[in-house]
Nanobody, 119 residues
């Protein structure tokens, strides 16, 4: 069974930091893009950051300069370092990956981890 498992969410005060991690497991041949999305209460899911297998990253304007995405291809993991957190960063954060399971590629999602930033 191919899955993504997230960890690292929690409660933090505004200005604080958190680090989210996500590990892929199962019969995966390779992983293309990986990323983090978030969904705040009453809002649609939105992109936070993505990273290619070659290490090129892309960020939402709202998190540029505060969040850093990284990945370890050998360990099949992706992380999101979140600094200078704001109350508006409160959301459920979801890990996403485009994985290759020969001969197919699949879009898979983690179960989500809650990040709460108090003011």
């Amino acid at each position: 069974q191919v899955q993504l498992v997230e960890s690292g969410g929690g409660l933090v005060q505004a200005g604080g930091s958190l680090r989210l991690s996500c590990a892929a497991s199962g019969s995966i041949f390779s992983i293309n893009a990986m990323g983090w999305y978030r969904q705040a209460p009453g809002k649609q899911r939105e992109l936070v950051a993505t990273i290619t297998s070659g290490g090129s990253s892309n960020y939402a304007d709202s998190v540029k300069g505060r969040f850093t995405i990284s990945r370890d291809n050998a360990k099949k993991t992706v992380s999101l370092q979140m600094n200078s957190l704001k109350p508006e960063d409160t959301a459920v954060y979801y890990c996403h990956a485009n994985v290759v399971i020969i001969p197919h590629s699949l879009e898979i999602w983690g179960q989500g981890t809650l990040v709460t930033v108090s003011s």
